[in-house]
């Protein structure tokens, strides 16, 4: 486990490695990325396979026709 010290360091070196002004974009992407690992995980659908749905159902239809 990771005690104070070795927490107060791993801050301190993010710091110096990114700048202040950086982090929180940082956060940003990390934050964007577990929201859409989650939803990949929960079965939900992204735009490109909506997209391919829909290219699906229609190019059906003008079969149909």
Do not use: A, H, Y
Not at 7 to 33: Q, T, Y
Not at 40 to 47: E, F, K, S, T, Y
């Amino acid at each position: 486990m990771l005690g104070g010290s070795e927490i107060i360091f791993i801050v301190i070196l993010v710091l110096l490695l990114f700048g202040g002004k950086k982090i929180p974009e940082l956060m940003k992407g990390v934050g964007k990325g577990v929201k859409s690992f989650k939803d990949g995980m929960n079965g939900v659908p992204d735009d490109n396979e909506k997209t391919k749905e829909e290219t699906s159902k229609n190019s059906d239809e003008i079969r149909d026709k």
